[in-house]
């Protein structure tokens, strides 16, 4: 499981970093500023979070915890469910898919509680 949330957070660092690019590259042109500025926050969070997988990972191949292994799993489902949502919401312009965003934020504080609290106590 350690592996797998090493190996999920190289590919969100991946995804980020492509998605970076876009956005400065392909996306500057087509969308408005506040659009692109979601976009800007989706893959900088995506970046953060595929870094804080990656040390779960790492810290769970350390100490034998169930927390930090469900702390990654908080990263990786928050980068999903918070970037992605903006991802969407820039590419639309959907404003619904701003309230989704949160859910996502609630998921990332989750992962940085459980981190703090597995190291802790490991």
Do not use: K
Request: glycine share 14%.
């Amino acid at each position: 499981m350690d592996q797998t949330l090493i190996a999920l957070g190289a590919v969100l660092g991946f995804v980020g970093v492509a998605a970076g690019a876009f956005g400065a590259h392909a996306l500057r042109a087509r969308l408005a500023e506040d659009r692109l500025a979601n976009w800007r926050t989706a893959a900088d969070y995506e970046l953060w979070h595929a870094l804080a997988t990656i040390g779960a990972g790492l810290a769970a191949t350390r100490w034998d915890s169930g927390l930090l292994t469900a702390a990654g799993w908080c990263f990786v489902a928050g980068t999903i469910v918070f970037s992605g949502s903006l991802y969407v919401l820039a590419w639309t312009g959907r404003r619904r898919w701003g309230a989704v965003t949160p859910i996502g934020g609630v998921l990332f504080l989750a992962g940085w509680a459980l981190l703090a609290v597995g190291v802790a106590t490991a």
